[in-house]
């Protein structure tokens, strides 16, 4: 009886992950209820068909793979001018001696511990299928083998091919998308690769808010993006009170499609 709850319990829990209801707790039987949700949202982030840059529907499965694959070939093409570096002339180094020895401290085990028990417990696994609390719940097996293939990844700066595997996922950003652009690209990686990444940011966070602007207000410990909309406030209303004076005012609002994912690699390892 014990044996036949666990499993019971096992498959709640599965039900609950896919899912994604995050407002109910494992003990009842929701099994049933937390199926129905799933499938519920699986038919709400299906997407039926999507236009080609042309203004072509395609519906059918070739042509829905051809619209993507030309959509991200096109994202990730370079277009770099090659003029870089004299933009990187004019940016002051603002990582000391000592920060630099901050960030290049020996890796040890306890920081890899932490980053793997930060992370959230039931988030979608990546190819792997291991979603990460089987890691916590079983660490004192995996855990020595966890923290060698870290520390051998951020020493060696080579990871294995399997583990670098992602899995890409196109969520919704408004019902019945029908263009690429609707569609908001996220990976879910292996967990290795995840603690891994979780570590690096630890470490960077330590003086991240001592080099970059505080006008990024965003992602940067300690600070919020809500300044940035009282800034921009302001800076509306001083304007309306100016509009009498000799010297023209003006606020431009520039909004670049894909910020982050048209930063070119050259630029990046230039600047670093």
């Not at 203004?55 to 093409?77: I, K």
């Amino acid at each position: 009886m014990s044996q036949l709850d666990s499993l019971l319990s096992r498959e709640e829990a599965f039900w609950k992950q896919r899912s994604k209801v995050s407002w109910l707790k494992e003990g009842d039987r929701n099994t049933r209820f937390f199926h129905q949700r799933s499938s519920n949202r699986k038919q709400r982030n299906y997407v039926k068909g999507l236009r080609d840059n042309t203004g072509r529907w395609h519906e059918d499965e070739h042509g829905l793979q051809s619209v993507v694959l030309d959509y991200f070939t096109h994202l990730f093409t370079s277009s770099a001018s090659r003029s870089e570096g004299e933009i990187i002339d004019a940016v002051e180094s603002r990582v000391t001696p000592d920060m630099n020895n901050l960030l290049l401290t020996d890796y040890c085990d306890a920081e890899i511990h932490e980053a793997g028990f930060q992370m959230y417990l039931t988030k979608a696994p990546g190819p792997d299928g291991m979603p990460q609390i089987f890691f916590q719940k079983y660490w004192h097996i995996v855990g020595s083998d966890v923290t060698r293939a870290i520390k051998d990844f951020l020493t060696s700066g080579r990871l294995l091919q399997k583990l670098n595997f992602t899995h890409v996922v196109l969520i919704p950003k408004v019902k019945h998308p029908k263009d690429m652009f609707q569609l908001r690209r996220i990976s879910l990686c292996n967990v290795l690769f995840k603690i891994a990444m979780k570590f690096l940011a630890n470490r960077l966070k330590l003086i991240l808010d001592k080099i970059i602007s505080p006008s990024q207000s965003a992602f940067i410990f300690g600070r919020l993006i809500s300044n940035n909309t009282i800034l921009a406030a302001e800076i509306i209303h001083y304007l309306r009170r100016r509009r009498q004076s000799k010297k023209g005012f003006m606020a431009i609002k520039m909004d670049m499609s894909k910020a982050y994912d048209r930063i070119e690699w050259s630029f990046m390892e230039a600047i670093m």
